[in-house]
């Protein structure tokens, strides 16, 4: 039971490239989320998926895009990345009325 | 819209003191109150929740939580911390109409525990 999986743990981007940062979970949980953590500010919610086949915007969607591939997969996606995006990305993922269980995080840096 | 100030950013403490770490929330909406915390270069685990009932959680490492609804509060407390209590500390709102679906994080409270 490996919980919530992220990948990578570490990448460095150019301005304007792409990516995806990818989470599986293997809890059979309903909901699913994209966090990212900057210092002195928190956790600010990306987007959520509170059941596969739907997503919703968080706090901070502006330039990420989300798919929920399947009840166990969450991506996370940078069409063209910039400087403020630099930041460590976490998923997680809860069942309806329990509490959220978090991945290791993603630490990303756009040159 | 709901918001969570811990009001401070850093502890220092020393091993075997008693430490408080304070969260003050707004909403206009009953809700659920968090602790998570993050140990160096890991995701957030949780500590405790109050959800219900008893306004005072505990964990199972000694730490304990007292909800005040007068105060807005959710302060996180611990009679006797260890060099292992060393981390982040996040607290946390949900409101109830939601569920657990959007979780509001304070900025954290960094707790260093001296020898």
């Known amino acids: 039971n490996a919980g919530v999986t992220q990948t990578p743990k570490f990448q460095v981007l150019k301005t304007g490239q792409s990516m995806t940062l990818q989470c599986a979970q293997d809890?059979?949980?309903?909901?699913m989320y994209w966090y990212r953590q900057d210092p002195g500010m928190g956790l600010r919610l990306i987007y959520y998926?509170?059941?596969?086949?739907?997503?919703d915007k968080g706090e901070v969607p502006n330039g990420y895009n989300v798919s929920r591939l399947n009840k166990r997969e969450f991506s996370l996606r940078l069409e063209s990345a910039a400087p403020s995006q630099t930041s460590v990305y976490f998923c997680?993922?809860?069942?309806?009325?329990?509490?959220?269980?978090f991945g290791p995080g993603t630490r990303l840096t756009v040159l | 819209a709901q918001s969570v100030t811990q009001l401070d950013s850093q502890v220092p403490v020393f091993e075997e003191a008693p430490v408080e770490l304070r969260c003050n929330y707004s909403?206009?909406?009953?809700?659920?109150l968090f602790w998570y915390v993050q140990y160096p270069n890991q995701g957030l685990q949780l500590l405790l929740k109050?959800?219900?009932?008893?306004?005072l959680v505990e964990s199972i490492n000694g730490f304990e939580a007292e909800f005040n609804k007068s105060q807005t509060s959710f302060h996180l407390r611990k009679p006797s911390v260890h060099i292992s209590d060393t981390a982040e500390y996040f607290c946390?709102?949900?409101?109830?109409?939601?569920?657990?679906?959007?979780?509001?994080f304070g900025a954290g409270t960094r707790l260093a525990v001296h020898p």
């Open positions: 997680a993922s809860s069942l309806p009325g329990s509490e959220q269980f």
């Open positions: 809890m059979n949980h309903n909901s």
């Open positions: 998926s509170a059941s596969e086949g739907t997503t």
């Open positions: 909403s206009s909406v009953s809700v659920y």
């Open positions: 109050y959800l219900s009932g008893s306004t």
């Open positions: 946390a709102v949900s409101d109830q109409s939601g569920g657990y679906n959007k979780l509001i």
